[in-house]
């Protein structure tokens, strides 16, 4: 089973700021199959990110995301003030079970 | 677009199923070749793929949950149901249903089940 690592576990921010959040897999994700996902308090997880760096329908622009191998990144460009989430990556490669990292609470500083 | 909606029995006894219906409404479940999955969140924590099915009824689960767990669909309700064995306080989670089998999108709401006697 694949362990995905996020970091950090908090990060604290203000709007208009650059975030970068990491996830680091414990072994290579087959063909880049990652994807990143925005969860809000009481509301489920919403699509952001596949095959690593393919925005899903919607997403905005200044979310991207970039990797290969073990190491992805989610950046989110200019924080605005409803992105502040919890974000989780999720790895889907041939290595099943398809496993999720434990997530990173982006917080207002 | 399309819209999914969990529905079933919020507690459960330990030892007993876990039975939870996901109704998908602005699409069908047969259409497009989408697969269909199952995803629960622990209170708190973090999240865990369970299975997905196809709607000629293919299926695949995490064998960490496989020996108690069934998904299954019926076409003509547009549903996909879940049932979860010999459960215990640590099945206690939410669980969501999700379109896709590889990424998830969209996501039903979630429905909190609770394992207690």
């Known amino acids: 089973e694949i362990v995905l690592t996020q970091s950090p576990g908090t990060l604290s921010l203000s709007p208009g700021e650059r975030a970068t959040l990491s996830c680091r897999a414990s072994?290579?994700?087959?063909?880049?199959?990652l994807a990143w996902y925005q969860q809000k308090p009481g509301q489920a997880p919403r699509l952001l990110i596949y095959?690593?760096?393919s925005r899903a329908t919607g997403i905005p622009d200044r979310f991207s995301g970039s990797g290969s191998g073990t190491d992805f990144t989610l950046t989110i460009s200019r924080l605005e003030p409803e992105d502040f989430a919890v974000y989780y990556c999720?790895?889907?490669?041939?290595?099943?079970?398809?496993?999720f990292g434990q997530g990173t609470k982006l917080e207002i500083k | 677009q399309v819209q999914l909606q969990e529905s079933g029995p919020g507690l459960v006894k330990p030892s007993q199923t876990l039975s939870l219906t996901c109704t998908v409404s602005?699409?069908?479940?047969?259409?497009?070749?989408?697969?269909w999955s199952w995803i629960r969140q622990h209170p708190g924590k973090g999240l865990e793929w369970i299975g997905y099915?196809?709607?000629?009824?293919?299926?695949y689960y995490n064998p960490s949950l496989k020996s108690r767990v069934t998904i299954s669909v019926d076409t003509s309700k547009n549903q996909f149901s879940l049932k979860l064995s010999s459960v215990t306080a640590a099945d206690t989670a939410v669980y969501y249903c999700?379109?896709?089998?590889?990424?998830?999108?969209?996501w039903g709401q979630g429905t909190l089940v609770t394992v207690s006697s």
């Open positions: 999700g379109r896709g089998r590889h990424w998830f999108d969209p």
């Open positions: 602005g699409g069908s479940i047969s259409s497009g070749g989408y697969y």
């Open positions: 099915i196809y709607y000629s009824g293919s299926t």
């Open positions: 072994q290579s994700v087959t063909s880049s199959y």
């Open positions: 095959g690593a760096s």
């Open positions: 999720q790895q889907y490669g041939s290595s099943r079970p398809y496993t």
